[in-house]
């Protein structure tokens, strides 16, 4: 997939909104060769997935060993909306927590003082993380509206053959 097709997709008021939510899923192979889908927070930066992580995360290990990755950001509404994005995985050690963990996390229900209660409890516990950034390699967006899966687009492609 070439990049402004990417961008055509990504830019699209949907994925626009999908890129704002709270979790992703992210699917990576675990080093003994088995499949793994989790979810994790994330931020957009206008071109990257951001997730953020504990260094002795496992799921690192993995995408030290293989760092392609699948994500699936969706709603839980009928009908469901989805934005599919595969890329390479990227480590980044950092010092403390990134900001990018705080943004990520900005969202989620919290009173003030809860928030507050949170981040402390986040800065006394992590010395640092490891950020995981992902440039997208391709993308699509399904909304069973205007988009549809693959395979279903091209039995609705058969059946108009069929009909003419």
């Not at 889908?37 to 995408?63: D, E, H, R, Y």
């Not at 890329?87 to 927590?97: K, P, Q």
């Not at 993308?139 to 687009?153: G, M, S």
């Amino acid at each position: 997939m070439q990049a402004d097709e990417i961008q055509a997709v990504l830019s699209r008021p949907l994925s626009r909104e999908l890129l704002a939510r709270d979790l992703t899923r992210l699917a990576y192979v675990a080093k003994d060769g088995t499949p793994r889908n989790i979810p994790i927070a994330f931020t957009w930066n206008g071109s990257q997935v951001v997730m953020c992580t504990t260094p002795n995360s496992p799921k690192l290990i993995a995408l030290r060993h293989n760092p392609a990755v699948a994500l699936t950001i969706d709603t839980e509404a009928h009908p469901p909306k989805m934005l599919l994005i595969r890329g390479t995985a990227e480590l980044d050690l950092v010092d403390g927590i990134p900001e990018q963990y705080l943004e990520m996390n900005g969202s989620y229900e919290m009173t003030p003082e809860q928030r507050v209660a949170w981040e402390a409890e986040v800065r006394s516990l992590y010395d640092s993380m490891v950020r995981i950034v992902v440039t997208p390699t391709w993308a699509k967006l399904i909304d069973f509206e205007t988009t549809l899966p693959t395979p279903v687009e091209e039995l609705v492609r058969q059946r108009a053959e069929r009909t003419r």
